[in-house]
């Protein structure tokens, strides 16, 4: 069995060609990105074609199929004592309104590559190893991001999760039961003995450093704010600027505010965004009567987030003091930042070392399955490269087929270990 | 003689019949407002059935009604001497898409009520007295404001003009065709002796100052520029705040600089402000990749609209640098301050004084057909106030009898003095 073990490896061209071929489902020409996107929304048939191919590559690999009320499907390799809680491997295939062909995909087909790898050397592991596909993790049809993985850690309850509605009003619950899976096993389920998940980094650090895997050791907290102005709209001409009550400069305020917090280095690795901003009248002579902007706030430290909520809220109270408008912030989301399990990544360290894959430990700024499965048990999570500064969410996100290979050859290492290879025990 | 003249006075509440009757041509309502709103777009049907009623007036009260190719009309009261240049009165009867019934038509029926005064006081003058209609001040339609009296005073040449067209491609001068306007007395025509506007204030000044009427000394230097930031749009979780290229926040960082050159009181009377700004893709989770934003800069004084765009200008640099971003600057509108004719702006006082009504001297933030007249000869005007701070280009505009009629009883007596009444000289 060391032999095996010894000279296993991924078959890079084997997983790409899987990558490629799920890629060509739910694919749409882009013409603003000047090729050809993804778009598998949760649920959708699109989403379901995905599936299918997906799973049939699963039960041609042996694996037994099988899925949850919530449609979480897990593919499971037996494992010596078949008793023994599994060590899963997975990530989702749904994918946002124009995406690409990694995010999810890779994490789930690379569970499958290293389920294939372990037949390929004929190894047999002692606890079963599972792969799993979450639904809908990207919430872009249901605005629940990581539904899937949060009903099966019981973060969010399946009758909760079933009553949510996309823009149609249609539910979770009757696409679950217009597709066949509302009746699965209950959830949430058994906990797993560890659970790993490979994603393509979906920034820029790992490219620029040239570094061949990322070791994620948590994700980041996240608070969202929506916070709304109101001012009154006058002519820019006649108003006299002390009698103003300028919605739109409130927000500036705050938009320069966060910055200046974020760039005086007292929250740590604090990253704060006003990504959406939107002023009314919005006409070039007319002082803005209402103004509502967003801010996305995350770190790894929980500290660090409180404080600088509060920094922030004052900072809204500042701008309308300055601005002579009144304010109102709300919270539309609310994460606290995960740890990973030290041992699961050092695991993850360790074979990257031993196959002389260049790593480096690294935080999520993004949410993921494997936060979710982190309150179940063990957790943790290999990134690989993307190109372009890993954009993402995007036709044009792209990693390479040697970037996959190593960040799944790094899994299938950790995946032997976690399951216990006898040869190795 | 000089009695007539001592107990004529304007007759408030034919001066009010006469705005009520004209704001039901265009009216709706208006659902935001929950009031009626008026809406008469620049040589629209709407439009012209305004001008119909108000030359019917026109002609019932004797004037002889002519226009320009531009459609600018002239109601003419001969005067004893008739070969004299003529005092004009009036301003325009087109509005805003969601209008009032002053803005504008006070002007004109401000006008015509004065007229109405001299021969109920059986007053003839020496030189003749206009009333004036000027086509499309509000620009609305046609993207250019004061489009009819910049043709009348040369600015603009009436070809150009007729070439502008609407969204839906209408031009201007396929519309005066339509409207039988384009054969007209040349543009421009000759020298008025001088021009008299009366118009709500569309501010809060006069209303907060509890002042009668202002004496409009000129108007304010403006300046609009469009600003366009290119940054790269990119994950707010996943993107290190240090390689980001954030657009939104070179926007914010502007519009506060602008708000603290304002506020410095180093650029006199200049009134400034970011009235639109749009950031792309104005997501809560994504760094803004691209903003564009408006500033409308406004002030009395040439040299301190000239030191503060380039302080802007300096700002727009500082800022493309801070958020590490490519910056375009457009100048999208300009013109010079405006000063109006110092005798004409005594005279109004005076009237106001020995009337016994409450003036002050006052800068317009907005623009009127009197700046453009200005260019022509001696211009003068004369605000009254409005209600709620002001509000205009709205259906809540709002002025009261009183007011209307305290503002064209100052410009009557005025009008008496410009164009001589025997008695008086």
Chains 1, 2 share one sequence.
Not at 295 to 309: E, F, I, K, T
Request: aromatic residues 4%.
């Amino acid at each position: 069995m060391t032999n095996s073990l010894d000279t296993m490896g991924v078959d890079r061209d084997r997983l790409w060609s899987t990558i490629e071929e799920l890629g060509r489902v739910g694919a749409y020409e882009d013409e603003n990105a000047g090729t050809t996107g993804v778009r598998r929304l949760a649920l959708t048939d699109e989403d379901m074609a995905g599936r299918r191919l997906v799973l049939g590559w699963f039960e041609a690999a042996g694996l037994s199929v099988r899925h949850d009320r919530m449609g979480n499907v897990y593919a499971r390799r037996a494992g010596l004592d078949d008793g023994l809680a599994p060590v899963r491997v997975g990530s989702h295939l749904d994918t946002v309104n124009t995406g690409g062909r990694f995010d999810g995909a890779l994490g789930v087909l690379g569970g499958l590559e290293i389920v294939r790898c372990l037949d390929d050397a004929g190894i047999q592991t002692q606890r079963p190893v599972e792969v799993v596909v979450f639904t809908d993790e990207e919430g872009v049809r249901f605005e629940t991001v990581t539904l899937g993985s949060a009903v099966a850690s019981g973060r969010i309850p399946l009758e909760r999760a079933r009553k949510l509605a996309d823009p149609q009003g249609v539910t979770v619950g009757s696409e679950l039961d217009r597709h066949g899976l509302s009746d699965g096993d209950p959830v949430p389920g058994p906990e797993p003995y560890a659970y790993l998940e490979c994603h393509i980094e979906q920034g820029p650090v790992l490219a620029r450093e040239d570094v061949q895997v990322g070791v994620v050791t948590g994700i980041f907290a996240i608070t969202w704010k929506e916070i709304v102005f109101t001012g009154v709209s006058a002519h820019a001409g006649t108003t006299p600027y002390e009698l103003r009550h300028n919605a739109g400069l409130a927000a500036a305020l705050v938009t320069v505010a966060l910055h200046e917090m974020v760039s005086s280095g007292r929250y740590g690795d604090m990253r704060a965004t006003a990504g959406r901003v939107e002023q009314y009248p919005n006409a070039t002579n007319v002082v803005p009567g209402s103004a509502l902007m967003t801010v996305d706030m995350r770190c790894s430290d929980a500290a660090h987030m409180a404080a600088a909520q509060e920094a922030l809220d004052a900072a809204v109270r500042r701008a309308a003091e300055e601005a002579k408008v009144e304010a109102s912030v709300r919270i539309t989301a609310q994460s606290p930042p995960v740890e990973f399990d030290p041992e699961v990544c050092t695991a993850l360290a360790k074979s990257a070392s031993n196959l002389g894959i260049s790593s480096r430990e690294m935080v999520s700024g993004a949410a993921h399955d494997a936060g979710e499965m982190a309150a179940l048990g063990p957790a943790g999570m290999v990134f690989v490269p993307g190109l372009q500064d890993g954009i993402s969410h995007n036709p044009q996100e792209y990693s390479t087929p040697e970037a996959c290979a190593d960040g799944i050859t790094v899994m299938l290492r950790a995946v032997c270990e976690l399951a216990g290879v006898p040869a190795l025990q």
